[in-house]
């Protein structure tokens, strides 16, 4: 969050800004409000234990030859039946729901994150070309805005995975799924960055700086990319932060849907869809657990893009 | 106005043929659907015959003709995975996900606006500040998380309701109902919340926002001044005036229900609409994949003439603010 100074205008950490920063509205607002400062620890032990899945998980649930079936569907430690070698206990392969979940976070936050990044680089890009051309590109780009804005983002991202799949041929579908999700996710999320950055564009595009750097010669890539990217990215970064909650949950309902990632490769999403099947039976763990941690997840990530955008909007305080 | 109108269809027929090109495509350049229809032992024979039954050895325009052609009169072929007319298939789905729909579209309003009102009206009340809280957490539970908690609940634990199905229906013509039957309400009722709790929570922001956005007009203010009740300053003139963006969104959120319909329907095994698109999806079974594609598109871009007509019809300011940004 450090680049993130209030004005916006600069990308870089230097070392004077880390105490600026410390000194800013932003920190200000961020330890007055004790929700998000809950919010913000517990994203950052979701993300932590996710990143750090191989070093912490007490089993490796890839490992298919220390998976027992005589292990399989126990309760978590502290029920009958229970076993502290599996806290959360086991799904019906005998894998470790924890570490089941703290590979499947790892996966989701991986599917997310990167999701926001494309959509983030086709939206800028696209905005900026928009903003910055005008005439009938700007027209045309913002007609496909218009209209796909029209439709709920998740069945774009439905339709667009559903329709990338049956292209796909059988066998490979396993290992392509993941870029395909990506894909499908960043394709139905763009929008919101086109509209955000073409609209700031427009306004800094007539501004004198601009106008200066235009005179003394400079190419006009250069002057889109070094001196007006840097001044419409500010807002941007907060839409993408509010942005990952929506991608993860996408995620997740794709992959419960059963049209993301593969068992064999689960996130949060195919954790909770695979637990589903074994929900009446009173297998409730293998489900619910992941269920929890997606909803932390989630709700935590809305509550710091909550308190961003607040913090950036001067007229809500 | 007549100009307006104009351009709002050809754009809404522009935007069909998109996606009818989109469906076709799928149509015709995805994998070989006979593989999905026939047994290992097949001969070669008898697939070049049903090959040239489902006319897919045709050149593309022809294809590309019939397909548009057949599309407007609702016929899209046999279902590869059934071998039975998609149109069947789609008119024997559709009555279960429309009184879905239209159930959780009917508790979302029913509940979403007066919890709207009271939030806006009482902004700091301890009350208001809860349903907020649960709103929060309500936008950020994901719907399929909604449904397993509810199914947890009440049908694993307490045994009160079905976890799955429609009941049983009653068949009306081609349509049948769930809504005859004692067995049909049990059954709609989860399926349903889960479906409207999010709408219902998106509702209540929006009416709350308006609310309080209205609140601080002049006019209410002058209608305080004259000394009208709180109630007729309320009800009468404030939230008069927020029902004109919730009017409209009502439109948008029908769509968004028939979306998230996918995944309401998957939780709960609901024979709709949406189920029938996730397995075609598993099966690749294209003709179903399309004629959904259409039918959604379809559904998408009447709401949004309708929405978009409506604006233009109730809120005079908006005609004039169209024309200035030149949309």
């Known amino acids: 969050m450090a680049e993130v100074t209030t004005s916006g205008a600069s990308v870089a950490v230097q070392p004077g800004q880390v105490r600026r920063f410390f000194d800013s509205d932003l920190w200000w607002s961020f330890r007055r409000s004790p929700v998000t400062v809950a919010a913000a620890i517990v994203a950052f032990v979701i993300i932590a234990a996710a990143l750090l899945a191989p070093l912490i998980a007490p089993h490796n649930p890839y490992d298919l030859a220390s998976l027992s079936l005589l292990d399989a569907t126990d309760p978590p430690a502290w029920l009958k039946d229970g076993n502290w070698s599996y806290p959360l206990g086991t799904d019906t392969q005998g894998r470790d729901v924890l570490s089941t979940i703290l590979y499947g976070t790892r996966l989701s936050l991986m599917v997310g994150v990167s999701a926001v990044l494309l959509s983030l680089l086709i939206g800028v890009t696209l905005g900026l070309i928009a903003g910055w051309r005008g005439g009938w590109i700007d027209t045309v780009i913002m007609r496909i805005a218009d209209v796909q804005l029209s439709f709920p983002a998740i069945l774009i991202a439905l339709l667009i995975d559903g329709v990338a799949r049956t292209m796909l041929p059988r066998d490979a579908q396993n290992e392509i799924t993941i870029y395909v999700l990506i894909l499908a996710i960043a394709l139905s999320y763009w929008v919101h960055f086109a509209r955000t950055v073409r609209g700031s564009t427009m306004v800094e595009r007539n501004k004198e700086y601009i106008q200066a750097a235009r005179v003394i010669g400079v190419r006009p890539a250069r002057i889109v990319v070094g001196h007006l990217l840097p001044n419409v990215i500010g807002p941007v970064l907060v839409i993408g932060t509010i942005n990952l909650a929506t991608a993860i949950i996408t995620e997740a309902t794709l992959s419960f849907l059963g049209v993301g990632l593969p068992p064999t490769q689960p996130s949060l999403g195919t954790l909770i869809r695979v637990g589903n099947d074994y929900l009446l039976s009173g297998d409730w763990w293998i489900s619910i657990f992941p269920g929890i941690v997606l909803a932390l997840l989630i709700l935590s990530v809305n509550l710091l893009g909550d308190w961003l955008r607040d913090a950036f909007n001067p007229k809500l305080r | ?327």
């Open chain 2, 1 to 327: 106005m007549i100009a307006f109108v104009i351009q709002r269809l050809l754009q809404s027929v522009l935007v069909m043929l998109t996606v009818a090109l989109i469906a076709f495509a799928l149509f015709n350049y995805v994998g070989d659907p006979i593989n999905n229809m026939v047994g290992q032992d097949t001969t070669l024979q008898d697939r070049e015959q049903l090959r040239q039954e489902l006319g897919l050895n045709d050149s593309f325009v022809v294809q590309f003709g019939r397909f548009v052609g057949h599309a407007v009169q609702g016929n899209f072929g046999l279902s590869y995975q059934q071998a039975r007319p998609v149109k069947t298939i789609i008119l024997e789905k559709m009555p279960a996900t429309l009184e879905l729909s239209f159930m959780a579209a009917f508790l979302a309003l029913l509940f979403g606006v007066p919890m709207g009102i009271y939030t806006g009206l009482h902004r700091n009340s301890w009350g208001a500040q809860a349903m907020l809280a649960v709103s929060l957490v309500g936008v950020s539970l994901p719907t399929f998380l909604i449904g397993i908690l509810l199914i947890l609940i009440f049908a694993v634990v307490l045994g009160w309701l079905p976890s799955f199905g429609r009941g049983t229906v009653v068949h009306i013509g081609w349509w049948t109902t769930g809504l005859l039957t004692v067995d049909g309400w049990r059954a709609i009722i989860m399926p349903a919340i889960t479906l409207a709790l999010f709408q219902m929570t998106l509702i209540m922001r929006l009416v709350r926002a308006e609310m309080i956005e209205v609140l601080r007009t002049d006019y209410i203010k002058f209608a305080r001044a004259r000394g009208l009740t709180s109630r007729a300053v309320n009800f009468g003139h404030a939230l008069k005036n927020t029902l004109v963006p919730v009017m409209t969104i009502t439109g948008l959120l029908l769509g968004s229900i028939i979306a998230f319909a996918v995944v309401t329907e998957t939780v709960f095994q609901w024979p709709g609409m949406g189920l029938m698109f996730i397995q075609a999806v598993t099966f690749a079974d294209i003709p179903v994949m399309a004629a959904y594609l259409v039918l959604v598109g379809f559904f998408f871009v009447v709401i949004n003439l309708i929405v978009d007509l409506l604006y233009y019809a109730v809120d005079p300011r908006l005609r004039v603010e169209r024309e200035a940004t030149g949309g």
